[in-house]
């Protein structure tokens, strides 16, 4: 069997940084498993701006970023396969992959890193009502046909759920002589950033329809016409609410989860609030040698965020190669009123380093602090002015904060 | 005339209001807690522009579509005509990143760049 250093799963932003960072590191046998036929993973089809202006100082679209990454992935002669779909890996670090030159194929890792990114909930995930009919699509499934295949979904088009994909899609399909008639969103505030919502929505005179949600989809055999209605505090239908849209497509842009379906086989435990692995602050999941990144293992709403959280990885995953130091002690890190999760769940008892905590709070907060609690007794609080659930939250502590913790870290957040 | 906006230039989304005159001259921006939300309101009224990104049509590549921006932001009201521009185009690869597509495009001063590289690629 071949034997790898680092076998690197998923060859989208996460990937290829957690790579070019393991190499930078000193790793020198590193393979990428890509299933798709070029590196860049979900960034190729996001094709408007925005993106890079963290990690390259510019605004970037997202095949711009890609062909960054891509071009030092190939500067510095990094292997990868393409076409290629890992379909298993072990506790012991083997990994099966399948393509159509080699066949299946074991090969055997030091380290894996899981780079998979994430998947669309669906309408199944949220079970909307109503008859079983085509024309409905997830916004990333439409946006994936309209950039790379060139196929326009449809020609009205009503959008649930006002994430940044949806808001993103509502103008793409305008712009390509879609109408799209509105926006529904469940929350009382909206899931996108305000410069989506302006450009994207208010540029074209697209309703955004704030605590409404779908409650019934008509048709014979595509969809013809979708009723929403507002809801109240209970997200319980308002009676008399309702309103009827003619439309032939439906797009949903109701979350995003971490593609883990490569995590049962390992026995690599997941976390109930992230729905991706749980990790330690070296980014380790609970299988020792297999850490994973990017949207796979959280959702982020910035590459630029993914792709300096792989960067960490890849540097990690190298020193842990290089001299690797067991630590079963570990501290467990629990979010609190206000947090939906934290991440790393997990922390070693002896850090070598500062540690960033990730965090996504439960509705918008506007004059608040974060507070960090090992027991009762609160050890670090920070202010903030504005924290919104859509936009990730990261506060580091140091070292030394960390390693006086004697039970454990707590998170929560209050309103001042 | 009042007119109102959201500032998008960081994530407070402060509400401005606008005071014009008959003239479309700028009286009075309040509702913003830093000069940065009155630069937008000035900008955004007198001349919104925005940076335009699309597909056109690529012959020889990996995939249909090219990816294209424009190198600078456009006038908002020209990004139909600009749509319109890039539905007639068709090319060939390779293209690299940042090549030139269309200069000028329908003479607003900025350029359809690719926005990556695409080879010749031949399925095999
Ligand atoms: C539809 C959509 C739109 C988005 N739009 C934006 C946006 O506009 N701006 C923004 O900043 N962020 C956006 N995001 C977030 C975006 O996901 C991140 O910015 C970032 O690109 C994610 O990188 P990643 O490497 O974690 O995941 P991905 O880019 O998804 O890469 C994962 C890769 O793993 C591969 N893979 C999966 N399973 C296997 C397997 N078993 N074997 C081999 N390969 C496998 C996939 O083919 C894919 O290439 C969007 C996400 C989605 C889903
Ligand atoms: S006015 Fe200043 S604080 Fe308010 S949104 Fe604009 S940039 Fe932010």
Redesign the pocket.
Known sequence: MVNIDVAV?????????AALSAKENGVENILI????NE????????I?N??GLQVYNEELT?PS??QKLIDEVNNNNIDYRLE????SITKDKQIT?VNEKEGYVSVKAKSIIL??????RNRGAISIPGVRVKGIY????A??LLNIENILVGKRVFILGSG??GL?MARRMMLEGAKVLGVAEIMPYSNGLMRNIVQCLKDFDIPLYLSHTIIDVQGKEHVEKITIGKVDKNKKLIKGTEKDFWVDTLLLAVG?IP?T??TQTAGIQLDAHTKGPLVNDRFETTVPGIYA?????H?????????ME?KLVGRFVAEDILSYTTTPNLINVFPLEGVNYVLPQRLNKDVKEKVTFYFRVNKPYKESKVEFLDGDRVIKSVKKKYMLPANMERITLKKDEINNISFDLKVRVSEI | MIKELICIICPMGCHLQIEMDDMKNINLVTGNSCPRGEKYACKELIHPERILTSTVRIEGAIHPMLPVMTDKAVAKDKMFDVMKKLKEVRIKAPVKYEDIIIENVCDTGANIIASRSMDKYEKL
């Open positions: 799963i998923g060859g989208g932003s996460a990937g290829m940084a498993l890509e299933q798709g590196l860049g993973g979900i960034l190729q089809q996001c408007h925005g993106f997202g970023f890609a290629t779909t890992v379909i992959y780079a998979c990114g994430c998947y669309e997830t916004a990333g499934e946006q994936k940044d994909i993103i995003l593609e379906s490569l990144c990017g949207n796979a293992l959702v982020h709403d910035l590459v630029d965020f993914v792709t792989s």
